[in-house]
T-cell receptor, first 110, second 112 residues
Framework: TQLLEQSPQFLSIQEGENLTVYCNSSSVFSSLQWYRQEPGEGPVLLVTVVTGGEVKKLKRLTFQFGDARKDSSLHITAAQPGDTGLYLCAGRGGDDKIIFGKGTRLHILP | DAGVIQSPRHEVTEMGQEVTLRCKPISGHNSLFWYRQTMMRGLELLIYFNNNVPIDDSGMPEDRFSAKMPNASFSTLKIQPSEPRDSAVYFC??????????FGSGTRLTVV
């Protein structure tokens, strides 16, 4: 069974600080996605990474896919209150099913 | 584009009653997924359809759960009879190429 472990589970930091959250697995994924979910809503896709070592940037968010395609990280520069939410990583396995990690709940204090 | 539409947004029902959740995927998407989200277990895949055909229902908890997709624009998830442990937020998602899902806003189900 493929599992995705996300760390930390909870993170509360001050506005303006930098942070990194992690998504790790012992399995190889053909692609990996990051989503952000706000209370009362469904997850919203932020980015998909496909190639080992790939780095994608979305404004102040930087996503990296591990060389072996087993792990990923999300780095946020100069966090803002609007970044608050649940960040989910999701990996696509060989059977084309996408499994989700349990998420990192991020709270940015103004 | 109205996105993935789920109904109802909230459902409160008594144990033993039948519950039906509905989903309208994005037009043109050929795969549809039902997920359940709880604090303890996170997002769990229940079942998914490709071109209206159920492909994998191994995540469906037990026989009380059933899902149908009679056409490309509609799917239902039914729980009969419902139990308190079924309380969760149920999401429907659709995709075309499988590299990213579009989720609905979910149905918050409470079984008392």
């Amino acid at each position: 069974t493929q599992l995705l472990e996300q760390s930390p589970q909870f993170l509360s930091i001050q506005e303006g600080e930098n942070l990194t959250v992690y998504c790790n697995s012992s399995s190889v994924f053909s692609s990996l996605q990051w989503y952000r979910q706000e209370p009362g809503e469904g997850p919203v896709l932020l980015v998909t990474v496909v190639t080992g070592g790939e780095v994608k940037k979305l404004k102040r968010l930087t996503f990296q896919f591990g060389d072996a395609r087993k792990d990923s990280s999300l780095h946020i520069t100069a966090a803002q209150p609007g970044d608050t939410g649940l960040y989910l990583c999701a990996g696509r396995g060989g059977d084309d099913k996408i499994i989700f990690g349990k998420g990192t709940r991020l709270h940015i204090l103004p | 584009d109205a996105g993935v539409i789920q109904s109802p947004r909230h459902e409160v029902t008594e144990m033993g009653q039948e519950v039906t959740l509905r989903c309208k995927p994005i037009s043109g998407h050929n795969s549809l997924f039902w997920y359940r989200q709880t604090m303890m277990r996170g997002l769990e895949l229940l079942i998914y359809f490709n071109n209206n055909v159920p492909i994998d229902d191994s995540g469906m908890p037990e026989d009380r759960f059933s899902a149908k997709m009679p056409n490309a624009s509609f799917s239902t998830l039914k729980i009969q009879p419902s139990e308190p442990r079924d309380s969760a937020v149920y999401f429907c998602a659709s995709t075309l190429l499988g590299y990213g899902y579009t989720f609905g806003s979910g149905t918050r189900l409470t079984v008392v």
